[in-house]
Structure formats: structure tokens, C-alpha cells
């Protein structure tokens, strides 16, 4: 009797130490100490998401982007564990949401993604300013970097700033494609370097003119004074120069 | 022997060439084609949307029913729209063709706004009959300059690939039917002083503020460059460049660039002669790693903001874009939020450097406004909003609406099943002013960004 209790304890004992390593890999994860908010991207938003998801206030996809549907979740949260109601996720309500649900690392990204031989912690969507996508983006840095590669940074988010305020003026097309691919508007356009394959930087002063930078004063055309041809051109009245680029309304 | 067969070799190439020159030809020919069937597709179109324009401008006219006004309005602006977008496929843009193309979007926005009002409550005022008779009357005057260029183009078989050539080589001088009747046409429109468009149009074109309302007297050089470096935190040997704007900037500014000559690393920034006040700041640099939260970025930006001496602002709106966060403030004036006073920041999020502000709207929309009391309680408002939408947050909100005019609203922000809305209710007269979906985060396709 007694022996039969020492061996099972043995063998339990055995086991308990056989899955130690992965106790350890399955070890509870709990948040950096960053208050999160509303527009974050990253790890901490998808253990936000996946907690949230676990007790059923978060019904979305897990992606790592602390959008509106997460802001409302967490809110739902603070108003029901009697937190208060600020769409934060600060000290007392991480503590609150660590203690009343589970989650482990890499685990609910994974299988919410359906991508189980990838270790996914990081974010699998993005943040895009409102009104554009992502290929809007694409498009016009295509643009600016066939147009403007050359050129330091703020006469690259100037060229972009010029695309969309044509946009917005009443003598231009009024879509990014439009404004783009209006014949003879652009020479990058007219000799097919704006499918070159656009670089970073090109990307980021897209996003910083989409996100209302403007070094450009509201100009409507831009030429570059060493190889323009036409005349007309010369007429607008000038506001400045960027580089290259005499920008003029 | 040796001698034939390199003969025959070399006449084989002769030919081969010869052949291949020619279906190089043939292809070129038949891209051409193409490329000039599109110019001329869209050129008809235009035409022909400006022949129809001119009709249901007239038939508009005559109408005696209300019924059928708005459908016979909004039907110009749909016209109005579709000319405006042929114009765009024309290769005209080294040509002067702004005034036309003005003209056709201000027929569109005044018919649009006819269109969309309530003409049994608001009929078509005296005035405005008498706007879209003078309408009718330069439509049709366009209308023949046009179709004249039309005609001319069909009789002798003109091609748009020659316009394009010829504006593109700056020959703009050389005849050219087709050139010189754009000119024409646009010399036309030129002609027609200001079409008074009504009351409703007043603020339409007067958008551009030009910083009247800023405060403060004329900055020198230096100040501009003093007010510049509390902007760009750079130590160590700098090279500065000022330059003043040129001739045809609607304001006075300032640009001011700092370079640090050690790691080239380079700020930029505008700033108003009067007063000193930024317009913009960009402090391009690789922001490699996120060690600070958007959270505590955010913080930075405010105490940025209050430092530099912008008062009552909230932060409305964070984001995240790779390893940097840009947030927008706006104006709060006893708990009235102003939205077209705000001011965008950039902050890095690697050691939490304010590396970007746009304050270009704040300066613009600056004024001292006088914020009336709502006619209508917080309740009514609410009931104008869609039953179905779960309200989760309200207050009240100075917007610019659809007229361009500033209103005074109740905004509603909340959920619809999964979307999220934020939705204006004018506070005097419980109109729905604006309705506007929330974006949530893209996914992320095969790192397009």
C-alpha cells in the first residue's frame, strides 16, 4: 500500500518535471507597464484584444491595432468591473483584466490568424489615415518617388501635398488617381518611372501630407526650373522653393 | 562560294531587320492609335456633356413643378461632373484651362446645393433664377466655342497626339486648331465677370483666411531662427538657411532649415512673419524602435504644445504609424470642441522628440468666434440621431459644414453592430449636419506600408 502510494508519487513527481519546460513556455504573460491607447500598435494590443476577447467584450479580429471596436470593448470593461471609464488602459485596469482572464504569449494570435507555423506578435493590420487605403498610399508614393527621389524629404512631401491639393481644388480631377494620371500632368507619369518601385521614405511623406503637412502653401503646380519647357509655367505666381522645385499656385 | 553564302547570309539579316522594323512599326502605330482614340473618346464625351448641360440647364428653366426641379438639378451636377472628368483625360494641363474647368465645378456646387434643399420650404429665390439664366446663357456660349473646335477636329482629321506633342515641346505658339480653340473657349469664360451665385454660395470661394486673424507683429530673420531652434532640439554645429517666401504666397513666412553638419540630419520649418507663429515643422529622421508609449508621446506633445503657448487644446485623435505617433489636437473652449482649430503633432517614439506640427488649419480657421447657446436640449438632438445607433459618447462641437459655414452641433459618437460613427446634429435646428463611418485599421496586405 504504502509502497504503491511512494511509486505513484515518484512517477507523478517524474511527470510534473518532464513538463516543466513546458509550463515554462506556456508561462502567463502579462502587459509592459505603458498606459495603451487609442491608436497603439503592438504586442501589448494584441494581449489587450486577445484578454478582452477572452471574457467576451471584444468580438473583432486580433490584430494588434487598438482601433474604435477595442476602445469601445475596453470601455465596456471599465464600466462593468466599476473602473473608471476612459478608454485607457492604465496600471489598475491591466491589473483588473490580468486578474480576471487568461492569456498566454504567441497562443490567441496564432490561432486567430490561422498561421500556426508563424510566431505572430506583431500587429497584422495598420493604421491608414482616414479616407485613403493602403494602395492610395502606394499610388501616390509611387508618384512621389518617380517624381521626386532625388529630392530632400520635405520636397518629397511637398510633391505629395501638391497631388492632394489638386484634389481638393475645382480645376483638377477630383481623385488621387485622377490628379495622377492626368495626361501630361506629371512627367514621371508620361515616362513610366512612377512604376519604379518606391522606396520608405517616399511611403512616410505620403502619410505625413495624407496626415495634413503642407510645406508647400497650397500649391497647385511645381516645375523644376533647369529643364522646364513651357512658358506658361514661369506665369503662376511663386510661393517658394524646395529643392529642385519652384512650387507655385 | 565563301563569298555567296555570306551574301546570302547578310541579305537574310537585311531582311530579318527590315521585317522587324516593320512589325516595331506596326506596334508603335497601333499604341498610338490607342493612345489618340482615348484623347478623342474623351474629347467627344466633353462635348457632348456640354451640349446636354446647356439642354437641362434650359429645361430647368422652364419648370414650373418643384417635383421635378431637384431631380432636373441634381442631374446638371451629375453632368457637371462627368464634363469635369473628361476635361481631366484631355492632355491640356500645360494649357490654361483653369477657368473652364472653375466654372463647370461652380455650376456643379450651385446646382448641388439647389438640389439637395428642401425648394417646397425654400423655393428658388428671384436671384437665384436669375443666376441660372445667365448660366444657361454661358453654357451655351461655351457650348458653340466647343462644338466649333469639334467640327474642325472632324473635318480635317486633327489628332490630339499633335497637341500633346506640341504642348509638351513648348511650340504652344505653332497653329493648332485644336489649341488655339481651348484658348478660345477659356478666353470666353474669362469673360464672364463673377457669376453672382446667391447667397448660399457667399462663403464658397473665400476659404483661404490667409492667417488675417493671427495676432502679433512682424518677426526679423533672427527671431525666425530663435523661434525655429526651440523647435528643433539639434546640438552640436548647425548650419542655418532662412528664406523669405516668394511673390505669389497668399501670406508672409519665413522658411527656416537647420542642418547639423555632423550627421546631416535636417529640420524645416515655416513660420508667419506676423507674430511667428509655425506653420509647419518636419524633422526627418529614422525612427528605428519604440521604447516610449503613444500614450506617454502624447503627454510630450501637450506639454510641447502648452510650452509654445497653444492654450485650450485636447487631444482628439492618436495614432500609431510604425515607430511614430501623430496625434491632433483641437481647440476646447468651455467644453465646445472646435474642429477646425487643430494642430497635428509628430512624435518620435524612440526618445519622444517632437520631429513634426502642422498648425497651417489652426492658423487658418483662427478667429474669435462667438459660441451661442443650443436652441434645441442635448434630448431633442438625440432623438434626430438614427434609433439604431448605441450613442456612446456626446458633447457639443463647432463644425464646418457642408455650405463651408460653421455650425454649432451636438456630436454623437457611437456603434452601429460593428462601426463606428460620429454623427453632427446642428444644435439650433436639429439638422443632421454631417455623418461620418470611422475607420478602423487596415489589414495589413504583404507589407504594403
Known sequence: MNKKTLFRMIIAALLFCASMPFIQVNKVQAFSNQVIQRGAVGEDVIELQSRLKYIGFYTGKIDGVFGWRTYWALRNFQYEFGLPIDGLAGATTKAKLVKSTKYTKGNNAQVNNGNANKTNNKATAVNIPKGFSQNDIRLMANAVHGESRGEPYIGQVAVAAVILNRVNSSSFPNTVSGVIFEPGAFTAVADGQIWLTPNETSKKAVIDAINGWDPTGEALYYFNPATATSAWIWSRPQIKRIGQHIFCK | ?449
Request: with cysteine; charged share 25%.
Open chain 2, 1 to 449: 562560294m565563301i563569298r555567296g553564302l555570306l551574301i546570302g547570309v547578310l541579305a537574310l539579316g537585311v531582311i530579318g531587320t527590315g521585317y522587324w522594323g516593320y512589325q516595331e512599326h506596326q506596334e508603335k502605330n497601333a499604341v498610338l492609335l490607342n493612345a489618340e482614340n482615348n484623347y478623342q473618346r474623351a474629347f467627344h464625351s466633353l462635348t457632348y456633356q456640354m451640349d446636354l448641360l446647356n439642354d437641362k440647364i434650359g429645361a430647368t428653366l422652364a419648370m414650373n413643378s418643384r417635383h421635378s426641379l431637384s431631380p432636373s438639378l441634381a442631374e446638371v451636377w451629375r453632368i457637371t461632373s462627368e464634363a469635369h472628368n473628361d476635361v481631366g483625360q484631355l492632355p491640356l494641363t500645360l494649357l490654361p484651362f483653369n477657368k473652364t474647368e472653375e466654372f463647370l465645378a461652380n455650376i456643379g456646387n450651385f446646382s448641388y446645393r439647389t438640389a439637395i434643399r428642401d425648394l417646397d420650404k425654400e423655393p428658388l429665390t428671384d436671384k437665384e433664377y436669375e443666376t441660372l439664366k445667365v448660366l444657361y446663357k454661358q453654357s451655351g456660349e461655351i457650348q458653340s466655342e466647343l462644338r466649333k473646335v469639334q467640327y474642325m477636329v472632324l473635318k480635317n482629321n486633327l489628332r490630339w497626339m499633335d497637341v500633346e506633342l506640341a504642348l509638351a515641346s513648348g511650340k504652344e505658339t505653332t497653329d493648332n486648331t485644336i489649341i488655339d480653340g481651348f484658348k478660345t473657349v477659356e478666353k470666353t469664360v474669362t469673360g464672364f465677370d463673377e457669376t453672382d451665385f446667391g447667397p448660399t454660395f457667399a462663403n464658397m470661394q473665400k476659404k483661404d483666411e490667409n492667417f488675417k486673424n493671427v495676432k502679433g507683429s512682424p518677426i526679423s530673420r533672427n527671431e525666425a531662427i530663435r523661434i525655429a531652434k526651440k523647435y528643433m532640439n539639434m546640438d552640436g554645429n548647425t548650419k542655418v538657411k532662412v528664406t523669405e517666401n516668394g511673390k505669389g504666397a497668399d501670406y508672409g513666412f519665413y522658411s527656416v532649415s537647420i542642418k547639423n553638419e555632423k550627421n546631416g540630419q535636417e529640420a524645416s520649418m515655416d513660420i508667419t512673419k506676423k507674430g511667428g507663429h509655425p506653420i509647419w515643422f518636419i524633422n526627418q529622421r529614422d525612427v528605428t524602435k519604440q521604447k516610449i508609449s503613444l500614450h506617454d508621446a502624447m503627454t510630450k506633445a501637450q506639454t510641447f504644445l502648452k510650452d509654445t503657448g497653444f492654450t485650450e487644446l485636447e487631444l482628439f485623435e492618436s495614432t500609431q504609424y510604425d515607430n511614430i505617433g501623430v496625434f491632433n489636437f483641437v481647440t476646447n473652449k468651455n467644453g465646445v470642441r472646435i474642429y477646425p482649430e487643430a494642430i497635428k503633432m509628430k512624435v518620435a517614439l524612440d526618445n519622444g522628440d517632437i520631429i513634426g506640427v502642422s498648425a497651417e488649419e489652426y492658423l487658418k480657421s483662427l478667429q474669435s468666434r462667438k459660441i451661442g447657446k443650443p436652441a434645441i436640449s442635448l434630448k431633442q438632438a438625440r432623438s434626430k440621431v438614427n434609433p439604431n445607433l448605441k450613442v456612446m459618447e456626446d458633447r457639443l462641437a463647432v463644425i464646418v459644414n457642408d455650405l463651408n459655414k460653421e455650425v454649432l452641433c451636438y456630436e454623437f459618437l457611437g456603434t452601429i453592430k460593428d462601426d463606428t460613427y460620429r454623427i453632427f446634429i446642428n444644435a439650433d435646428n436639429g439638422r443632421e449636419e454631417e455623418v461620418e463611418k470611422l475607420k478602423d485599421s487596415e489589414n495589413l496586405f504583404e507589407d504594403v506600408l
